[in-house]
């Protein structure tokens, strides 16, 4: 059975700092890649964030680039984003998925093309 709890959301300031983690479960992370998503209030699911499962590929939202970074570790079946910067339009719903096919050097940003979501954490950036 294929599990995704994400972690590490909260209340921040705008300038501060979070590190959300994805644990998964229930498949070999060596395989697969894994997107993080955020949704706000009124907006489509976004696709911030995607890492392959050799960490070969990785691929951003022009909206956070150089502000977040993505990695992953396989041996503990999760992955991380570290959010620096933040900024209230960071604010939203984040969610880390699975990818649907195998692909050894591959990721995307694009919700359709992910199969596994975990439940979501909150990120609220305020003052």
């Known amino acids: 059975q294929v599990q995704l709890v994400e972690s590490g959301g909260g209340l921040v300031q705008p300038g501060g700092s979070l590190r959300l983690s994805c644990l998964a479960s229930g498949f070999t992370s060596d395989y697969y890649a894994i997107g993080w998503f955020r949704q706000a209030p009124g907006k489509e699911r976004e696709g911030i964030s995607c890492i392959s499962s050799s960490a070969s590929s990785i691929d951003y939202a022009d909206s956070v680039k150089g502000r977040f970074t993505i990695s992953r570790d396989n041996a503990k079946n999760t992955v991380y984003l570290q959010m620096n910067s933040l900024q209230p339009e960071d604010t939203g719903v984040y969610y880390c998925?699975?990818?649907?096919?195998?692909?050894?050097?591959?990721?995307?940003?694009?919700?359709?093309?992910?199969?596994?979501w975990g439940q979501g954490t909150q990120v609220t950036v305020s003052s």
């Open positions: 998925a699975r990818r649907r096919n195998y692909a050894n050097n591959y990721c995307g940003r694009v919700p359709n093309e992910y199969r596994y």
